[in-house]
């Protein structure tokens, strides 16, 4: 019998399928990148600028940002004029 590798994850999930929740996780997760990713392309901002004008709360923006941070989406910029926040933009 020949063993195959790697085939685990696509195994369980053609028999089990993927729950509903985790779709719809994922949906939401792709609309605030590609609209993180939309404010930041034509200026670096801070994650006060992004909460701001995406209307979401600042611990919500901190999440989304770093997750996108950690997987090369984006990059951190420079601290802003008063010291409190860095700006991030995206990694071209």
Do not use: C
Request: glycine share 4%; aromatic share 8%.
């Amino acid at each position: 019998m020949e063993t195959k590798t790697g085939k685990t994850a696509k195994y369980l999930r053609d028999k089990q399928g993927v729950p509903e929740h985790v779709k719809d996780e994922l949906k939401e997760f792709n609309r605030i990148k590609r609209a993180i990713t939309e404010a930041l392309k034509t200026e670096d901002l801070t994650i006060a600028q992004l909460s701001e004008q995406l209307n979401m709360s600042k611990p919500d923006v901190t999440y989304y940002v770093m997750s996108l941070v950690k997987y090369g989406v984006l990059a951190v910029g420079e601290i802003d004029d008063m010291d409190e926040y860095y700006t991030y933009k995206l990694v071209k």
